[in-house]
């Protein structure tokens, strides 16, 4: 074989390797074809009802059954075995939103789905709306949404009025996001650092929301208080007892074995006035 031959064999058998590894024209022809309603967004709750469909318009396959799922879990009573499938969602709120998938199975044949997204901005459905800790003792927070694409979290902390991020420099804050969940954790809190306002924010491509959690700390002795203000009413009032006691003057206690002084005088005098009359008669 000549040097100028080589190459032109070189490229054919290349070409006859790449023909035989390319599907065949009936190999895509095979694969189930789903046409589906375009995506949903919720931008009022509660929202006009809408309808969710999917339409299985090509497959070679026996079809045995077919479902709606949202975020992975199947929906109840959804179950037939119909190509064309629907499912209404009533006056839908932000908690509807998600990943809905009609799924088709087959008779020995891999089951298909196709997807649907319903979207909605994030509405924040649960928070702390304040926490009270003793200082040197650790505080939790948290908040949780619904609403769908999932959002990105961000904590702050208000100083002078203004929200600003918290940047963790003392390794003393910790915060763990997942999906419509989001968790901010102090530890060894610090009576003249900590306390206030703080923000959770969840934003999505539709919109965001806010809520505010309110975090005081009290002193050491805070659990001593109830105690210290009993034990301060209690010397207040013998003060007062003593004081009283003191200040009562000696002649508001009568004297039983002595007599007031004017009744005295008056039985001196009757008894001279009994002696000059008994002389003039003799």
């Not at 990943?99 to 901005?121: D, G, M, Q, R």
């Not at 009270?132 to 902390?157: F, H, L, T």
């Not at 003393?172 to 954790?185: A, G, H, K, P, Q």
Request: hydrophobic letters at 35%; glycine letters at 6%.
């Amino acid at each position: 074989m000549s040097g100028s031959s080589l190459p032109s064999a070189l490229a054919l058998s290349l070409l006859l390797v790449s023909g035989s590894l390319l599907p065949g024209p009936g190999a895509a022809q095979n694969e189930p074809r789903i046409v589906t309603s375009e995506e949903v967004i919720i931008r009022e709750s509660p929202a006009p009802s809408v309808t969710l469909q999917c339409n299985l318009t090509s497959n070679s396959h026996t079809l045995t059954y077919s479902y709606w799922t949202k975020n992975g879990v199947e929906l109840t009573a959804t179950r037939k075995n119909a190509s064309n499938m629907e499912y209404r969602i009533n006056k839908p709120r932000a908690e509807d939103s998600g990943e809905y998938h009609c799924v088709y199975h087959f008779l020995s044949a891999p089951k298909a789905n196709a997807t649907i997204e319903v979207k909605a901005a994030p509405d924040i459905t649960g928070h702390k709306r304040s926490e009270n800790k003793n200082e040197g003792q650790d505080a939790m927070m948290y908040c949780k949404s619904v609403g769908y694409p999932y959002p990105e979290w961000i904590w702050r902390k208000k100083e002078n009025g203004m929200p600003m991020e918290i940047v963790n420099t003392s390794g003393r804050f910790i915060i763990i996001n997942r999906e419509n969940y989001t968790e901010l954790s102090i530890t060894n809190l610090q009576i003249t650092e900590d306390p206030g306002e703080y923000e959770c924010n969840a934003t999505n491509s539709i919109g965001s929301a806010s809520v505010v959690t309110i975090l005081r700390v009290r002193s050491h002795l805070a659990p001593l208080w109830p105690f210290l203000g009993i034990l301060a009413e209690i010397i207040i009032l013998v003060v007062i007892i003593v004081v009283y006691e003191k200040r009562k003057r000696p002649d508001e206690v009568p004297d039983d074995d002595e007599p007031a002084g004017p009744m005295k005088t008056n039985s001196t005098n009757n008894h001279k006035d009994k002696n000059l009359r008994q002389r003039n008669t003799n």
